[in-house]
């Protein structure tokens, strides 16, 4: 299971898919759906979905998301570089001197570069300083606006990270859009376990679009399907980092996390307190099955989950952890998602039995 899911994410990173443009990444997840005998459709927006029918009980919603964050053209220099504006959280402080993607379409993107002030000419008071995206300039090697537009270069064009996938010592993967092309790999191992015959109620599959840019794209599928419950495949911030060891006690190869707190702390104000019977039940599937789960509260980040409760639907956040997250060299211990993959069907298992009642829980 694990080599399997550890090459599905690994073919997922390499395929670009920026908010909005999630089509290409769209495609190959179907073909994967298909061989697994899994019929699917798209909706409107762009959501993936699928049905795996199952015993009576609620149905649950299985929910990851299937785009990358990163940026439009909003401008053509007359010398030919691109200025963006940002499609999600892009890290500024981690922009300078990347390798980017100028996502056109298949068989016509074309590599480029975020321009860094030589260091020869950079004064003292610049050294330190952060570029933001605006003032940023990105070079596919163009010598003119005509030269760019004539290569297919266009307002409002994607640009990503430029898609990579690097095998670590240990199991673990580095590159691009880790989050959340492994909870995608995660979500078709379950599928393929269900597909076998995996004792579970109704589930429905939703590859969502638009997670990094609003948070919203699933809600035409979860309006459609109108699942009891739902389930979220997503990050969460490894912070066995040294920047990061305040904030947390969640580490790289020690497990799949259950959220009990997700909170942006800006912006949206939004966030997700889970529902109890949905945490009760996962850590007592976790414990039948010998699964070691580690446990977060995230000020921060944010899921899908935190517009789908406002549905009426009880709703949980699944992890995987991850360092160095919306940067373009993200880090994943592949078996944390190989157990992520044996939590969701140890608690779909226990799930047709389950209640839902609030007071039964707390």
């Known amino acids: 299971m694990r080599d399997r899911i550890a090459a599905w994410t690994r073919e997922l990173m390499l395929v670009p898919g920026l908010s909005g443009h999630e089509d290409r990444v769209r495609r190959r997840i179907a073909a ?105 300039a990105i070079d596919a090697g163009f010598d003119s606006a005509a030269v760019a537009r004539a290569a297919g270069v266009e307002i409002g064009v994607p640009v990503v990270y430029r898609p990579r996938a690097i095998e670590l010592a240990g199991g673990r993967l580095a590159g691009t859009s880790v989050d959340d092309r492994a909870g995608c790999a995660v979500m078709l191992e379950v599928a393929r376990a269900l597909r076998a015959g995996a004792p579970a109620p109704t589930v429905h599959l939703a590859f969502s679009v638009q997670e990094e840019f609003n948070l919203r794209g699933v809600l035409p599928a979860v309006r459609a399907f109108q699942p009891a419950v739902a389930i979220q495949l997503d990050l969460a911030l490894a912070t066995d980092t040294p920047d990061l060891a305040s904030r947390g006690e969640v580490g790289l190869g020690a497990g799949p996390v259950i959220s009990r707190l997700s909170f942006h702390g800006r912006g949206t104000l939004n966030g997700l307190i889970p529902h109890p019977a949905l945490l009760g039940l996962f850590e007592a599937g976790a414990a039948e099955a010998g699964i070691a789960v580690q446990r977060a509260t995230t000020v921060g980040a944010l899921t899908e989950t935190s517009y789908v409760q406002l549905e009426g639907v009880a709703c949980i956040d699944l992890a995987f952890p991850l360092r160095y997250t919306h940067s373009a060299r993200e880090v994943c211990d592949t078996g944390d998602l190989a157990a992520l993959a044996a939590l969701v069907l140890t608690g779909l298992t226990r799930l047709p039995e389950a209640s839902l009642d609030r007071d039964v829980w707390t």
């Open 32 to 136: 994967e759906l298909g061989k697994l005998g899994v019929e699917h459709s798209t909706d409107v927006l762009g959501n993936l979905v699928a049905t795996l029918p199952g015993r009576p009980g609620p149905p649950v919603m299985l929910i990851a998301h299937m785009d990358q964050l990163g940026f439009v053209v909003r401008r053509i220099t007359p010398e030919g570089f691109l200025q963006v504006e940002r499609v999600g959280g892009v890290p500024e402080r981690a922009l300078a001197a990347h390798e980017v993607l100028v996502a056109l379409g298949e068989g016509r993107d074309l590599p480029a570069i975020i321009g860094n002030k030589s260091h020869h000419a950079t004064e003292p008071e610049e050294k330190y300083r952060v570029l933001p995206w605006r003032e940023i």
